[in-house]
């Protein structure tokens, strides 16, 4: 990807938070003349759409605060974990959230959430070949306590995407990516451990 040519030549950190941080940049723009930036740094996630053996995805549903809403999404969670490999920390969250394993992962699709004030960066992976997971002895805090887990026809899912009622935006990514792998085959797809350069802290 060809950087731009877009020179910072002053920062200051404004907030620093338990998972973000937040900055003001001093950035030199094409035409010479200097703007400031507010940016959001973020530790980056992963999140898993799962499919089992009958197209269905596995679909979690959790209070979001910031809407003040239940949302539907898939297993999803932040790479917060000093040295944890992204597929690794996609496992650990599908066990977690969904208490499920799988056997084939391919990576399905990277996602930059907000580019315009924020360097968030996800990586949605497809998972199959779905099993319970062992017991890892992980709980389930604050608003994970009322998660609630469920399995819908994937076609279902991506109308309920179209028509408005799945609006995260992971999930509305891996949905829709997960649905045109359906009609086309995975050999179109990366593998799990695909080189993954615009991951936050790299």
């Known amino acids: 990807m060809t950087q731009p040519p877009?020179?910072?030549?002053?920062?200051?950190?404004?907030?620093?938070?338990?998972?973000?941080?937040?900055?003001?940049?001093?950035?030199?723009?094409?035409?010479?003349?200097?703007?400031?930036?507010?940016?959001?740094?973020?530790?980056?996630?992963?999140?898993?759409?799962?499919?089992?053996?009958?197209?269905?995805?596995?679909?979690?549903r959790q209070y979001r605060h910031p809407v003040g809403a239940f949302l539907d999404e898939l297993p999803a969670g932040l790479l917060d974990v000093d040295g944890e490999p992204a597929l690794e920390a996609a496992k650990?969250?599908?066990?977690?959230?969904a208490g499920l394993a799988a056997a084939v992962w391919h990576t399905l699709v990277d996602v930059h959430t907000t580019p315009g004030g924020s360097d968030e960066a996800v990586r949605v992976y497809l998972a199959r070949a779905l099993?319970?997971?062992?017991?890892?002895?992980?709980?389930?805090?604050?608003?994970?306590?009322?998660?609630?887990?469920?399995?819908?026809?994937l076609a279902e899912a991506a109308q309920r995407v179209l028509s408005g009622e799945i609006t995260n935006s992971l999930a509305v990514a891996g949905i829709l990516a997960a649905a045109r792998v359906a009609g086309a085959g995975e050999a179109a797809l990366r593998p799990a451990d695909a080189a993954w350069p615009a991951r936050p802290g790299r």
């Open 6 to 60: 877009y020179e910072v030549v002053g920062s200051v950190e404004r907030f620093r938070g338990r998972v973000v941080r937040l900055r003001t940049d001093e950035v030199r723009m094409s035409d010479g003349s200097v703007a400031a930036r507010d940016i959001i740094e973020h530790p980056g996630a992963v999140a898993v759409a799962a499919l089992d053996e009958h197209d269905r995805i596995v679909l979690v």
């Open 92 to 97: 650990r969250e599908l066990a977690e959230e």
């Open 131 to 153: 099993m319970p997971a062992a017991a890892a002895g992980f709980v389930l805090e604050d608003e994970e306590l009322q998660i609630t887990v469920s399995r819908v026809p």
